[in-house]
């Protein structure tokens, strides 16, 4: 089944709403409403956003989130054509990615590498948190009920608690070119896709930053199952300690 000649753009994000129902954000700045047994759209949301749209989160059976580059976030319910509210960016960002956390709150993250954390229930801005990155977020991960990850065109992917403006901790140095999706599998361990044609499987659980920046790989030629790699330490009083599966457990090139 093919839905089309309905956006007159290029589609950016296609989101879930329930198990027959899901929504379409296309660069020609309009959302529609689609049921999975129908070939026409349901309903258009149009003449709110300016321009393309970038992301959509839903955080309930009714209502969803949507972002653009016309720097502004709307909330919306699919049962009026008018959005609920707008949440305009400054004049230098707007948001690419967006998270649910829960039924009322979502974050997002932007261009500038700042991340955000939104309440549409009282329809203003939560928190803003360290600017860690330092090119554009581009996307975001709950990763359980009080944090989540970022991944970066940085190439750095950072794990933040929701209650701390600082970032918990930072993986780097696996992926060479940005980082644009990220899954999480459980509490402990998720994995990455990036540019550079991988996507990595990591442990936050095993994760010790105690190596050199440029000193540790783990799997970059090996065969699938194995897990080997090298590594320097900087405190030299742990060199006979053994080193545990830290950072990376598997990279599969695509």
């Known amino acids: 089944r093919t839905f089309d000649n309905e956006h007159t753009g290029s589609i950016e994000i296609v989101c879930r709403l329930d198990d027959h129902i899901f929504l379409s954000g296309s660069n020609d700045s309009t959302i529609k409403l689609w049921n999975m047994d129908q070939l026409a759209s349901l309903r258009t949301f149009k003449r709110e956003h300016t321009d393309a749209v970038l992301h959509i989160c839903t955080m309930t059976d009714s209502n969803f989130v949507s972002t653009s580059s016309d720097k502004s976030i709307k909330v919306w319910n699919i049962n009026r054509l008018a959005s609920i509210h707008t949440y305009h960016l400054d004049h230098s960002s707007y948001a690419v990615t967006l998270c649910k956390l829960d039924d009322h709150t979502f974050l997002s993250g932007s261009i500038d590498g700042v991340i955000r ?18 090119e554009i977020v581009s996307c ?13 065109g940085d190439r750095t992917i950072k794990l933040w608690d929701i209650n701390q403006v600082a970032s918990i901790q930072t993986f780097y140095n696996e992926h060479s070119m940005p980082i644009h999706s990220l899954c999480a599998l459980h509490n402990t361990k998720f994995v990455s896709a990036s540019d550079d044609g991988t996507i990595k499987l990591w ?4 994760y010790d930053d105690t190596y050199d920046e440029n000193d540790f790989c783990i799997n970059a030629n090996t065969e699938a199952g194995t897990t080997r790699g090298t590594k320097k330490k900087k405190n030299r009083n742990r060199e006979n300690e053994p080193w545990s599966l830290s950072k990376l457990f598997r990279s599969f090139h695509l």
């Open 203 to 206: 442990s936050i659980m095993d």
């Open 117 to 134: 954390l939104w309440d549409i229930t009282k329809a203003e801005l939560m928190q803003t948190f360290n600017k860690e990155h330092v």
């Open 140 to 152: 975001i991960c709950k990763l359980n009920e009080s944090s989540f990850l970022t991944g970066s």
